[in-house]
């Protein structure tokens, strides 16, 4: 499977600044990528997919303007959170995609004080 | 519409044979993967079936039945090692632009 990275791993901040988290497929160019957010002991859910030259698409209900994406090259997306607030804490995964499926970062653990 | 039923909980013992079940209604069809995650840890791939049938990978096999719409995840000789959660997940579009759809997950404890 592919492999796919992501920066940092574990971030604490306080609230109302800003975080960025970058994602990174390493061995092929990922054309979409994808970003989720999970809560303990719950499903991933899909917050928005990430296409390289033009805007993201959003899920319903996630806020474009708090959760800005990046996806500046073949093998970079970002995700940055704004005015972080306590309740946006939670794990972030990216995710890069071939035709059959999704393989996914490490993971980004937030910790809005 | 969209939606993936699977058990929340499962148990077996160490050396023994589990079934998570895996059903689906989804607007679209592409495949079916599965997905281990350990806690603490990110989703990691473990099969993908587009055609009906069986696929094996080692100690893990995968089922699909597309009529059924139902696809099954089996793992054999099972380790404490194993004891994670398993999702299923569906594509529901072509190509590499698909968005995948999650169950909620079976959590697995595999006992000495």
């Known amino acids: 499977g592919a492999v796919v990275s992501q920066h940092p791993s574990r971030v604490i901040c306080k609230s109302g600044t800003s975080v960025k988290i970058e994602c990174r497929s390493l061995d092929f160019q990922a054309t979409t990528m994808f970003w989720y957010r999970q809560f303990p002991k719950q499903s991933l859910m899909l917050m928005a997919t990430s296409n390289e030259g033009s805007k993201a698409t959003y899920e319903q209900g996630v806020e474009k303007d708090k959760f800005l994406i990046n996806h500046a090259s073949l093998t970079l997306s970002t995700l940055t959170v704004t005015s972080a607030h306590p309740e946006d804490s939670s794990f972030y995964i990216c995710s890069a995609s071939d035709t059959r499926t999704q393989y996914f970062g490490p993971g980004t653990r937030l910790l809005v004080l | 519409g969209q939606s993936l039923e699977q058990p929340s909980e499962v148990t077996a013992v160490e050396g023994a044979i589990v079934q998570i079940n895996c059903t689906y209604q989804t607007s679209g069809f592409y495949g079916l993967s599965w997905y281990q995650q350990h806690d603490g840890g990110a989703p990691t791939f473990l099969s993908y079936?587009?055609?009906?049938g069986l696929e094996e990978t080692g100690r893990f096999s995968s089922f699909l039945s597309r009529s059924d719409s139902y696809g099954y995840l089996l793992l054999q000789e099972l380790q404490m090692k194993d004891s994670a959660s398993y999702f299923c997940?569906?594509?529901?579009?072509?190509?590499?632009?698909?968005?995948?759809?999650f169950g909620q997950g079976t959590t697995l404890q595999v006992k000495p």
């Open positions: 997940a569906v594509r529901e579009i072509s190509g590499n632009t698909g968005k995948l759809i």
């Open positions: 079936n587009a055609l009906d």
